[in-house]
């Protein structure tokens, strides 16, 4: 085990510095992007306040009971609004629940909006006042920092800064709290989340409430993650890899439980899987396909990618 941790950028040099600040953060991200596919993203963006608050809403509302937490499953989603109860969800090459429970929240959109028929309501938590807005307030300031990650990706693949604008504007992004119960018997082979990699362009994550976030590196050895309490980890999800054909690395993860003195300790996490719209092709980049890196991947839509990769970890049936 590595005590070593991954880089850290600071967001504010590509989004209030100047040209030749601007270009260091492109580098900078890009390469960690390149090399090992996570990276801590200091003055991010993402009020602390705000985070703070959702983080008690969360608490609050996982600590109800598990009849009024299921009564917000919304049947025949997958999971993509709303509760998910313990122990339906597995990493794609296991068929080992994963020791968590989770709320998600999808985009927002008028009723008049095109885009509609895609896009649920997200259910109202009516037992935690204050829940579902600051759901709302966070989804929104993720999309607002996951827009500028992406324009200095962009920039670093040798695109137009705004490449990824149009496909992530109202996009089929989701906010997920996941709540880690206390452990309170011998694991039946389970961990809080087994190794997997993201489905979505990129993943921001604001601090656990507990460590065991784990990361592995080209030498194949688990990196501990731990970030400052002001910064947030940001990763490369597996559309992002497919589109630039494997130059920027998806790189597998996973959340291991505590020491057992530890067992008691539950933990809690709040990641935003930023997705674009599902009608976006994920075709590689032709910049990304050269002799040494020959086209690894089929044509596909970002839904229709989606679909597949839902079916594979269980959520969908």
Known sequence: MSTRNIPVVDLSKFVDGNAEQRAEFVKEIGNAFRDIGFVSVANHGIPKSLVKDFYDSSKTFFSQAVEVKRSYEVRGLAGQRGYTSFGKEHAK????????EFFQIGQYVDATDPLKPEYPDNPIVSEVNDFSDLGKQLYKAFENSGRHL????????????????????KGNSI???????????????????????????????VGASAGGLQVLDVEGEWLDVTPDEHEIVINVGDMLQRLTNNYLKSTTHRVVNPPRHEWHRPRLSIPFFLHPKSRMDLTCLESCVTSERPINYEPITAGEYLDERLHEIGLKK
């Open 93 to 100: 090459q296991s068929q080992v629940a994963d020791l968590k």
């Open 150 to 169: 992406l324009r200095a990706i962009a920039l670093f693949l040798k695109l137009d800064e705004n490449y990824f604008d149009e496909h992530i504007e």
């Open 175 to 205: 906010l997920r709290s996941i709540h880690y119960p206390p452990i309170t018997s011998e694991p039946d082979s389970a961990i809080r989340a087994e190794q997997h990699e993201d489905i979505n362009l990129i993943t921001l994550l």
